[in-house]
């Protein structure tokens, strides 16, 4: 299924819908099957590599992602993180801005990469692919320029300038971009097969479709030309109204969520690869497997490329849903 999926990636035709995800889709399960906590695997290496690895080992899921978090960019910037080290099941958060104002972004050296863990998710990334590289498709998964401003910048000023200066948040995303596209280049050159950029905070389905085009889509566009094929890019909510600007991004695949209706999606996004879009909260996370078993169909009855869910894993998602994903 690996070569099949690659294959999918590179734009080339296959007989399968395949069943896999390029976001964060570990589970309680799985970290307990390694004798792993949530907190200790994101400042390890090998503990990092065998959480994303558990869950091919318990589904057959054909991928695997790291990092395990959308923040190491933001850490490598000078971002200090809660890696709620007090056990619970939470993912590492910014803990406060470090920018005031958009103005400030411009300023953030980019030309080191090597700071925060990123070398350390680079050798994790190794790890795993001498693991189980020859069995499933790795994503080396990275925020959107947006999403990753959102951690580093007060967001009312931000807002604020977006609407009095906005060439000045087009400059910081420009100055993101750049930096993003580095880590995204060590994390293919590290093992990752592929690179997921999770534009979550500037989904047009959050963000508005003006505000996208005005904003968002300019940076998408420069991040998606720095980077090797293959791009996937996972936006979250509604997006339905911007379908036409999706497809204007660069990037070879478009994961949407369980927000939008994924038969208007495949008709309108027709020369881009469509990845979704099952529920993960009320389908994988508390549905039954018969329910898991109609989203699934219906998502290939839509003509969807790959059947993906459509956001991170909710952690205590029962395994058995994600087999049954996979049938």
């Known amino acids: ?20 995800s390029g976001l964060i889709h570990i589970t309680v399960e799985g970290l307990a099957s390694e004798g792993l906590s949530l ?14 690895a558990s869950t091919f080992k318990l589904t057959g899921m054909p991928s695997a992602t790291l990092p395990l978090d959308l923040c190491a960019p933001a850490e490598a910037l000078g971002a200090e993180l809660n890696f709620y080290e007090g056990g619970e099941l939470q993912f590492p958060q910014v ?4 920018c005031e104002s958009a103005k400030e972004i411009s300023g953030l050296e980019i030309e080191d990469w090597e700071r925060g863990r990123i070398p ?16 499933v498709a790795i994503s ?18 931000l807002f604020m300038e977006m609407k009095k200066e906005p060439q000045v948040v087009k400059d910081a995303l420009g100055h993101l971009s750049l930096f993003l596209a580095k880590i995204g280049k060590q994390y293919r050159n590290a093992g990752a097969d592929f690179i997921t950029i999770h534009e ?11 505000r996208f085009e005005q904003f968002i889509l300019p ?29 204007q991004t660069g990037a070879d695949a478009v994961s949407i969520d369980q927000t939008v209706e994924l038969a208007a999606a495949r008709s309108a996004l027709k020369d ?3 990845f979704g879009n099952l529920d993960p909260m009320a389908t994988l996370f508390a549905g039954d497997e018969d329910s898991v078993r109609e989203s699934t169909r219906k998502a290939k009855e839509a003509r969807a490329d790959a059947i993906m869910p459509g956001c991170d894993l909710v952690m205590q998602t029962p395994i058995k849903n994600l087999r049954e994903m996979l049938k």
């Open 272 to 274: 881009t690869l469509l």
């Open 140 to 157: 080396g998964l990275i925020p959107g320029p947006y999403t990753l401003l959102l951690y580093l910048c007060n967001p009312i000023n």
């Open 120 to 135: 350390l998710i680079c050798e994790a990334l190794k790890l795993l692919k001498d693991d189980i590289g020859k069995e």
């Open 200 to 210: 979550m905070g500037g989904s047009p389905g959050f963000i508005g479709p003006a």
């Open 39 to 52: 907190h200790e695997v994101h400042k390890d290496a090998g503990k990092m590599a065998r959480a994303a």
């Open 1 to 20: 299924m690996r070569e099949e999926i690659l294959k999918l990636l590179s734009g080339k035709k296959i007989n399968s819908q395949p069943a896999f």
């Open 95 to 98: 803990k406060k801005f470090i």
């Open 219 to 247: 940076a998408l566009k420069d991040l998606h030309t720095q980077l090797p094929s293959p791009r996937v890019l996972s936006v979250c909510g509604n997006v339905t109204k911007s379908f036409a600007a999706l497809s």
